[in-house]
């Protein structure tokens, strides 16, 4: 999914390690030239708060704020940026969706709030508690919610948490049977929460979490399920690596996962491969469109073998409808 001036990164989690993970990624492609970018963090539930905030200060310039705490026995506490980013000027999009929660929307809401990224997706998951644990003489501990996290412009990312745990985490369910995260026209009034204005004049509200300016619906079908089912079936990747050495001049000829991507088309791949699936996982009557998606998948996992996993997310991405939406953001 790289041109020569378009890059892709995507952070599945934000663990102690994903700042300098990002920097590796994020290095050689700026001095490639790039000067576009798709930061991709959909599904990713959070983690480490100051490694989203290292990952903000390479986007954003000056002392910018990137996100404060505040709680009514905690004091205001700022994290602003503190060095010169490697990725300030170029353009940006980060795309979300309703499992990206936490530190993920501290980054998402940073971004939105300076003006610096389009945010592309679905309305993210809406946590934004800070919380400190209290070791106990047992061994065992408690942890207290004593803050929340606050955008720069003051957005809370926290859904209400008013009528429960249950009721809170059931909210999800609620958005699909809405059809929120089918039509963007379905979504809700943010449950009266208050207005913000950024400089680039978009209308941001607080207490739900992050709301993209551009809306990708969910794949209702269940063509990735079976797909899914399929590909953690043994005998599929036995096979599948199989074919992957006795294809291995042919694959080794292209010289980066995009030019495979474009060019190979692994004919009669895909009929071998379900000719192998047991009856159980019903893949023999699969539509036409479940085949392309098939297809895609098959050719995504072959180019891991060759290029890890930057090649399978890479090809993967030539049929992805996020990546699409994100791509028309960057040419305009």
């Not at 929460?193 to 739900?208: I, P, V």
């Not at 009929?271 to 085949?291: C, F, G, H, M, R």
Request: glycine share 8%; with cysteine.
């Amino acid at each position: 999914m790289m041109d020569n001036v378009t890059g892709y990164i995507r952070l599945n989690k934000f663990s102690d390690q994903s700042y300098e993970e990002f920097m590796t990624a994020l290095e050689p492609m700026t001095k490639q030239g790039m000067n576009k970018l798709i930061l991709d963090l959909r599904g990713n539930g959070g983690g480490f708060m100051n490694e989203a905030v290292d990952i903000a200060d390479e986007f954003l310039d000056g002392d910018k704020l990137i996100v404060y705490t505040e709680g009514v026995n905690s004091k205001r506490q700022e994290y602003r940026c503190k060095r010169p980013g490697l990725f300030e000027q170029g353009k940006l999009v980060l795309l979300v969706d309703e499992l990206s929660a936490s530190a993920s929307e501290v980054l998402a809401g940073a971004l939105q709030d300076w003006c610096r990224a389009a945010i592309v997706g679905r309305r993210t998951f809406g946590k934004g508690l800070v919380q400190q644990q209290y070791d106990l003489n047992d061994g065992s501990a408690i942890r207290l919610t004593i803050a929340r996290y606050y955008t720069p412009l003051g957005r809370s990312i926290q859904r209400s948490y008013e009528k429960g745990k249950k009721v809170y985490m059931d909210e999800l369910w609620e958005r699909f049977n809405s059809g929120e995260m089918i039509s963007a026209d379905s979504l809700k009034s943010h449950n009266g929460g208050e207005k913000f204005t950024n400089t680039c004049r978009d209308t941001l509200f607080a207490g739900d979490g992050i709301t993209p300016q551009t809306f990708v619906p969910i794949d209702t079908s269940h063509s990735q399920q079976k797909i899914l089912q399929l590909t953690a079936y043994n005998p599929f990747n036995t096979f599948l690596y199989q074919f992957y050495l006795e294809n291995k001049k042919q694959i080794d000829q292209y010289k980066n996962a995009g030019d495979y991507a474009r060019q190979f088309s692994g004919s009669g791949l895909g009929e071998k491969v379900l000719n192998i699936a047991p009856d159980s996982l019903k893949l023999k009557s699969i539509t036409t469109q479940e085949k392309g998606i098939f297809q895609a998948r098959l050719k995504a996992l072959l180019a891991r073998y060759k290029w890890r996993n930057a090649g399978f997310f890479e090809v993967l991405n030539e049929s992805d409808p996020a990546i699409k939406r994100a791509l028309e953001q960057l040419a305009k």
